[in-house]
T-cell receptor, first 115, second 112 residues
């Protein structure tokens, strides 16, 4: 059974550009969550999608957005990149949403460097 | 608000030593779940254990054991006879009425 797949694994952008990251969840998983990981702030929740609807959103500016497709694949977009957006972006999938006991299965992440 | 504190930023031990990773949490929810995840250098977080707030039984899985104490809001993780392959960052996390909240992690280095 394939795990959570994130692409690209590494990318370098310059300030002001925008970036799109992709996440393919485990087959059968309908919920996708995104986390940002930085050395200073640790793992911070970005948003969660279920059945193409955003169910929860973390405390990030509007430059951060996402969407989910009918096949449960998800993308997140960051516009007008800033140096502080340099981070490891982790995607996680689970079968259901809104259930506290959900075990998240994580991908290996997309490491974004903003110059 | 939910909060998870892992006071140990980095721990270094010699192989075969036992090591305990501390986790203290804060929540007002009466029903919640606690988790431990491991993040090896590859970056992918790997699920280790889940505990619900009503189950304070300690758990042992091979060399790993977990001690959940509601009275002190702690969920500590012990690795017995550590091995080099245990070197990773370990995260404690809490799920209540909000999405999963993680602690800052503890970087464990096991030296041969």
């Amino acid at each position: 059974k394939a795990g959570v797949t994130q692409t690209p694994r590494y990318l370098i952008k310059t300030r002001g550009q925008q970036v799109t990251l992709s996440c393919s969840p485990i087959s059968g998983h309908r919920s996708v969550s995104w986390y940002q990981q930085t050395p200073g702030q640790g793992l911070q929740f970005l948003f969660e999608y279920f059945s193409e609807t955003q169910r929860n959103k973390g405390n990030f500016p509007g430059r951060f957005s996402g969407r989910q497709f009918s096949n449960s694949r998800s993308e997140m977009n960051v516009s007008t990149l800033e140096l502080g957006d340099s981070a490891l972006y982790l995607c996680a999938s689970s079968q259901l949403t809104g259930i506290r006991a959900n075990v998240l299965t994580f991908g290996a992440g997309s490491r974004l460097t903003v110059l | 608000a939910q909060k998870v504190t892992q006071a140990q930023t980095e721990i270094s031990v010699v192989e075969k030593e036992d090591v305990t990773l501390d986790c203290v949490y804060e929540t007002r929810d009466t029903t919640y779940y606690l988790f431990w995840y491991k993040q090896p250098p590859s970056g992918e977080l790997v699920f280790l254990i889940r505990r619900n707030s009503f189950d304070e039984q300690n758990e042992i899985s091979g060399r790993y054991s977990w001690n959940f104490q509601k009275s002190t809001s702690s969920f500590n993780f012990t690795i017995t006879a550590s091995q080099v392959v245990d070197s990773a960052v370990y995260f404690c996390a809490l799920s209540g009425n909000t999405p999963l909240v993680f602690g800052k992690g503890t970087r464990l280095s096991v030296i041969a």
